[in-house]
């Protein structure tokens, strides 16, 4: 069974160009250390159903932002601590991803490791 990174996050909407241009230089960081597959999506269907909360209930963006969906995958817990320690060393992500200047606000960014219970 594989593993996941996941994250979702508000976005400032006129920041989104800036946010996708820093995810394609990560994203390709995270692809040539040996993730398996990187994508980050723009939440565009969030009319509510009834049957379960929509992200927008959960994250509360302000006027303004779009919320997105990220996610990782890995063989396996060990490859994915494998392949972060690989990205983390990797200048090419500070250069992509300056720290001192994101185009969101990190601390309502939401993350977590998943290992798969299901996959076809």
């Known amino acids: 069974m594989s593993y996941v990174d996941g994250f979702v996050l508000p976005v400032p909407t006129k920041k989104?160009?800036?946010?996708?241009?820093?995810?394609?230089?990560a994203g390709k960081v995270w692809m040539e250390h040996g993730a398996l597959d990187?994508?980050?999506?723009?939440?565009e269907d969030n009319k509510e159903t009834g049957f379960c909360m929509t992200f927008p209930a959960i994250?509360?963006?302000?006027?303004?932002?779009?919320?997105?969906?990220?996610?990782?995958?890995?063989?396996n817990r060990a490859h994915r601590d494998k392949v972060?320690?690989?990205?983390?060393k990797d200048k090419r992500l500070s250069e992509?991803?300056?720290?001192?200047?994101?185009?969101f606000d990190v601390s309502r960014m939401g993350y977590g490791g998943f290992k798969a219970i299901v996959e076809f």
């Open 16 to 25: 989104l160009k800036e946010y996708q241009k820093m995810a394609k230089g």
């Open 38 to 43: 990187y994508k980050e999506c723009v939440l």
């Open 59 to 75: 994250v509360k963006p302000k006027k303004g932002e779009t919320i997105i969906f990220a996610y990782v995958v890995y063989k």
């Open 84 to 88: 972060n320690a690989k990205v983390m």
């Open 96 to 103: 992509s991803c300056d720290s001192n200047n994101m185009p």
